[in-house]
């Protein structure tokens, strides 16, 4: 074939036929090579960054998508596409500005509404952060997790009740390979440590880790358990759990389902940094009261909230807890409160979260 457009055309479709079946060495090399033959073709350079892109090379999908801006500056969806990438790359400020620019031209584009929304969030900029998660909302992307995104920063929005399972799921997923150094090294936290510290001296027969994440639990309950088990929504932590080798069983569920259809019994439920993504506990205290053994220990976390309400939900995508809340829960489920004391969960860019440490007793 001699004509190098009609060469550049074949291979463009080539590398859309790798692309479709997954084959993207060949297809980043295909779109590549018809870029040589025909520079600046906007389709080939879309379609060469997003291959890029899933490949995890980032840099050089950004470089693919800054031709393409270069050549077709009044193109929404370019603009989009470079966000995007800006936005992996953790370069908020610059991912904003190709959102905005996408919403100058096409104004009717979900997806940059709500990244804008999510970086305005992020900024501390709550108002326009709402204004543009409504914005998304009204054209489409109505989704609980945009919802929740909403909520978070409107206080004239009732928050839900739970995260959506979704946005966690997701969340975890991707956290999971660098979860532990992340929370033990960067975020100091050592919540397991506080909780289980107060009852080392005692044993229990069976254990349940609610919301097990990685495991960071496991080494401290073993030694104080005949047998532990754990739950957790996220399937790569769950992952990550298990190959710790300390629990009995990792049940890939959420902790109240989990909760409600084991017929398992324990004496020690804990959960460290669970409730955060729970507002209202209410299932949660009955489903532990259901699997608690009387006399048996339920020990958890929570972030400090609005003594005003029962839980907030805040601009950082975390619930807080009031005391009295906590407080009434117990008495109404049936346990003791034989401590709640403050403590400093985290940090949050660089600040330290403030939030309780709770044991409750179950009564008989």
């Known amino acids: 074939m001699s004509d190098p457009f009609e060469r550049a055309k074949a291979l463009f479709f080539d590398g859309l036929a790798h692309l479709e079946a997954g084959r993207l060495g060949e297809a980043e090399r295909a779109f590549a090579e018809s870029l040589t ?18 490949m995890g090379r980032l840099d050089d999908a950004l470089q693919s998508f800054d031709e393409l801006v270069r050549v077709q ?15 992996q790359l953790d370069r908020h400020d610059e991912a904003l500005a190709d959102y905005d620019r996408c919403l100058a ?9 709500s990244r804008r929304g999510s970086l305005l969030r992020l900024a501390g900029r709550t108002e326009e952060a709402a204004d543009a998660f409504e914005r998304a909302i009204t054209l489409g992307d109505d989704s609980d997790t945009t919802r929740y995104f909403l909520a978070s920063v409107a206080a004239r929005k009732a928050p839900p009740a739970v995260a959506p399972a979704a946005y966690v799921q997701t969340l975890f997923d991707d ?23 107060p009852i080392e001296g005692q044993r229990f ?17 073993a030694p104080l358990a005949g047998a532990v088990d754990a739950v957790d929504l996220s399937e790569r932590m769950v992952a990550k759990a298990r190959e710790r080798g300390l629990y009995r069983d990792v049940f890939l569920a959420d902790a109240v389902t989990q909760l409600q259809v084991t017929d398992r019994r324990y004496d020690l439920v804990v959960a460290a940094d669970v409730f955060i993504y729970i507002g209202d506990l209410a299932p949660v205290f009955a489903g532990v009261r259901r699997v608690l053994e009387p006399g048996g220990v339920f020990a958890f976390s929570a972030e400090q909230g609005d003594a005003s309400r029962d839980f907030v939900l805040r ?13 009434r829960l117990a008495a109404e489920h049936g346990f003791e409160v034989t401590d709640l004391q403050p403590h400093a969960l985290r940090e949050d860019q660089r600040q330290p979260v403030p939030g309780w440490l709770v044991w409750l007793r179950r009564t008989a």
């Open 175 to 197: 956290y999971a390979d660098d979860f532990d150094e992340h929370l033990v090294e960067v975020l100091h936290y050592d919540v397991p440590q506080r909780l289980v510290g």
């Open 73 to 87: 500056p009044e193109d929404a969806e370019a603009w989009l596409c470079r966000g995007e990438v800006l936005l």
């Open 37 to 54: 033959l025909v520079p600046g073709r906007p389709s080939t350079l879309s379609n060469l960054g997003t291959v890029r892109r899933r």
């Open 315 to 327: 601009p950082s995508l975390t619930y807080g807890h009031s005391p009295d809340y906590l407080r």
């Open 105 to 113: 031209l096409d104004p009717n584009r979900a997806l940059a509404w």
């Open 205 to 221: 027969g069976q254990a349940l880790d609610l919301g097990c994440g990685t495991g960071l639990c496991a080494p401290l309950l």
